[in-house]
Structures are given as C-alpha cells and as structure tokens.
C-alpha cells in the first residue's frame, strides 16, 4: 500500500532564510507521480509541481525547488528567501499508475507540514 | 478559466441529519474526487466519479455516498451524520482522473456536527 510520510509537523522561519520541507513515500508501483500542494488559511489546496518516477531531474521555479531521490524514495521541496507570504500548509502527495482501478482519482497525502514565516 | 466551486462554504448540522454537498469542477474536467480532511486523520480520499460512474472508492462507510451528473458536477451526501463526521471537505477534478494529471481543489465545505 502507498504511503507519505512527512516528519516535519512545524517549521517556524524568519523572513529571507532558505527552509526545506521533507517528504518520504512509500510504493510497490514502478511507475508512479509526486505532487506537492500548498494549502493557505482558506482552505484551497493548491497544486504547485509534479514529479513522475521515472525522471529525477531536479527542478528550479523562481524561489521554489524540488529534490528527487529515488534512491532514499524522498520528493523535498525548498524554498529559498522565504516570504510571509509562503506561511501555508504544505502536502506532498503520491498517485500510483499501475494500481488499477484503485488509482484512479486518488492521492495520498502526507500530513502535512505547517510552514510560518516571520517577518 | 473558473477553478472548482464548493457549496455551501460551511455547514452546521446534528446528528442523525443528512448533509449533501456540491461541487462544479473546472470546465472541461471530467474527473471529480472527494476528500475528508481533520486534524486527527489528515487528508483523506472518499471516491472519484468520471461520466457518472463511480470507478473508485476510499475506506469510508456507507452512509458516505455520492453521484455525478452529465455536466460533471458532482454531489456527495453523508446520512446519519456523527459528531465525527465535522470536517472540511474538499472536492478536486482533473481531466480524467489519471494518475499523471494534477487535482485542482476548491475552497471545501467546512461541515460542523453539533
């Protein structure tokens, strides 16, 4: 069975400093996708970069970068100069390819990591 | 481009009643998916529609159902709501509900059992 596992519960920040949000996961798939989604106090998630199994090329999006190891099966996520604006929740979710008819529509989410920036 | 619509926004009800929810998914979108989010569980899959079938199903009981319709909008109703069932709820749709395609989430309806 699939599994996330995110052992950050908190991270507190100041304004500018670099932070990292780990996440772990667990699979019997061989083929498989990695989503990280960030939740604001309004409650929408919202989806921020997807990764497949089979391409561990790490990936920079202005402040935001993504590190994946299948190796460690770990999909952590950085963001660099952090702002106020980057206090969220943030989830790291996986989504089987080859589970059949139990993959269609799922996700598994980790449980999240509650990210605050301080000015 | 509408992202998906939830209503209501937050909903107060007792036990023994029975709650429907709505949610309108992005247009185009033919996948929806529903989630129980608390403190205590997390996040939490419910069932997928896609053209008004159900094609897959968490591990949640009976009284948690749900339909689609032809224009993809979906329902979900839990009957004989228990003071466990206070959550937020959230509805999420994809083109096709495989597993390569990003879910894009409403706001969710936050349910409260009194």
């Known amino acids: 069975a699939q599994k996330v596992t995110q052992a950050q519960t908190e991270i507190s920040v100041v304004e500018k400093e670099d932070v990292t949000l780990d996440c772990v996961y667990e699979?019997?798939?061989?083929?498989?996708?990695l989503f990280w989604y960030k939740q604001p106090p309004s409650g929408e998630l919202v989806f921020l970069i997807r990764?497949?199994?089979?391409?561990?090329q790490n990936e920079i999006s202005g402040r935001y970068s993504w590190n994946f190891q299948k190796s460690t099966s770990s999909f952590n996520f950085t963001i660099t100069a952090s702002q106020v604006v980057d206090s969220a929740v943030y989830f790291c979710?996986?989504?089987?390819?080859?589970?059949?008819?139990?993959?269609?529509?799922?996700?598994?989410f980790g449980q999240g990591t509650i990210l605050t920036v301080h000015p | 481009k509408a992202g998906v619509t939830q209503t209501p926004r937050y909903l107060i009800k007792t036990r023994g009643q029975q709650v429907t929810l709505s949610c309108s998914p992005i247009s185009g979108h033919r996948s929806v998916s529903w989630y129980q989010q608390t403190p205590g569980q997390g996040l939490q899959f419910l069932f997928e529609?896609?053209?008004?079938?159900?094609?897959n199903k968490g591990n949640f009981p009976g009284r948690f159902s749900g339909r689609q319709f032809s224009n993809s909008r979906s329902e979900m109703n839990v009957s004989t709501l228990e003071l466990g069932d206070s959550a937020l709820y959230l509805c999420a749709s994809s083109l096709a509900g495989v597993s390569n395609q990003p879910q894009h989430f409403g706001d969710g309806t936050r349910l409260s059992i009194l």
């Open positions: 990764r497949n199994s089979f391409d561990e």
């Open positions: 529609y896609f053209s008004e079938t159900q094609r």
């Open positions: 979710a996986l989504s089987e390819a080859y589970a059949g008819g139990t993959s269609y529509g799922k996700l598994t």
């Open positions: 699979t019997r798939d061989t083929t498989y996708y």
